[in-house]
C-alpha cells in the first residue's frame, strides 16, 4: 500500500484567510485526487490532479475557490481560499495505484472556519 | 449517476457478527470496496472484490456481492470494540478513476 502523508491534520482559520493542505506521496504516482469530507457526510470529489496539466474539478467546485498545485509525481497541494464556515471539513489527499485499481487515502486535514 | 446507499448505523454486542449492506444502481461497476474509517482519521481500503466474484473472504472479513440485485455487504466476524468505525462501500468502474462512495454506516460494537 501507498505512504501519504498529508498535514496539517487540523487547523482552525478565520474567516476570509485561506489554508494551503499538502500531500506527499511515498512513490510516483500519476493520479491523485482531493475529496472533501463535510460533517457526518460521505466523500466528494473536488478535483483530479495530474502532473504537468491543470487539475480537473467536479461539478460545484471552481479552481479560484480550490486551486491545486501538482509540480511533480509525488506531491500535491490544495488550497482552500477566501474561508467561509461552510468550508469547515475533513479534506482528503488519495491516490490510485493503476495496476492495483485501489483508492489510498491520506490521515486527511480537519479544517475548522471560525 | 451512480448512486450508493448504506444504512446509517449499527449497533452489535461484542463476538457478535456484523453486517454492513450496500446498494448500488450503475451495473457497470467493476471494483467494489470497503473502508474504514476511525475518527480523526483517513479512510483505510479493508477489502475489495471484483465483480466476477460471489464471495471474498479475509481473516475475519467476508464480503458477498449479488450482481443482479446490486448489493454488497460486509460481514465482520467476532466484532470487538476496535472494529467501532464508520464503513464506507465505494465503487468504481474500470478506467474512469471515477470512485462513487456510500454514506458510510457508523457502526458501535457494546462491550
Known amino acids: 500500500s501507498a505512504v501519504i502523508s498529508q498535514k496539517p491534520s487540523r487547523d482552525i482559520c478565520q474567516r476570509g484567510t485561506s489554508l494551503t493542505i499538502q500531500c506527499q506521496v511515498d512513490?510516483?504516482?500519476?493520479?491523485m485526487f482531493w475529496y472533501r469530507q463535510q460533517p457526518g457526510q460521505s466523500l466528494t470529489l473536488i478535483a483530479t490532479?495530474?502532473?504537468?496539466?491543470?487539475?480537473?474539478?467536479e461539478s460545484g467546485f471552481v479552481i479560484d475557490k480550490f486551486p491545486i498545485s501538482r509540480p511533480n509525481l509525488t506531491f500535491s497541494t490544495l488550497t482552500v481560499s477566501n474561508l467561509s464556515p461552510e468550508d469547515s471539513s475533513i479534506y482528503l489527499c488519495?491516490?490510485?495505484?493503476?495496476?492495483?485499481?485501489?483508492?489510498?487515502f491520506g490521515s486527511g486535514t480537519q479544517l475548522s472556519v471560525l | 449517476g451512480e448512486d450508493v446507499e448504506q444504512s446509517l448505523f449499527l449497533s452489535v454486542r461484542e463476538g457478535d457478527s456484523s453486517v454492513i449492506n450496500c446498494t448500488y444502481t450503475?451495473?457497470?461497476?467493476?471494483?467494489l470496496y470497503w473502508y474504514k474509517q476511525e475518527p480523526g482519521a483517513g479512510l483505510q481500503l479493508l477489502t475489495y472484490?471484483?465483480?466476477?466474484?460471489d464471495m471474498k473472504q479475509d481473516q475475519r472479513l467476508t464480503v458477498l456481492l449479488n450482481k443482479k440485485d446490486k448489493h454488497l455487504s460486509l460481514r465482520i466476524a467476532d466484532t470487538q470494540t476496535g472494529d467501532s468505525a464508520i464503513y464506507f462501500c465505494?465503487?468504481?468502474?474500470?478506467?474512469?478513476?471515477?470512485?462513487?462512495f456510500g454514506t458510510g454506516t457508523r457502526l458501535k460494537v457494546l462491550a
Open positions: 488519495s491516490v490510485e495505484y493503476r495496476e492495483k485499481e485501489k483508492l489510498f
Open positions: 512513490s510516483q504516482v500519476t493520479m
Open positions: 490532479a495530474n502532473q504537468g496539466s491543470e487539475a480537473t474539478y
Open positions: 450503475d451495473s457497470s461497476s467493476t471494483y
Open positions: 472484490i471484483f465483480s466476477n466474484m
Open positions: 465505494a465503487v468504481t468502474t474500470s478506467g474512469t478513476y471515477k470512485y462513487i
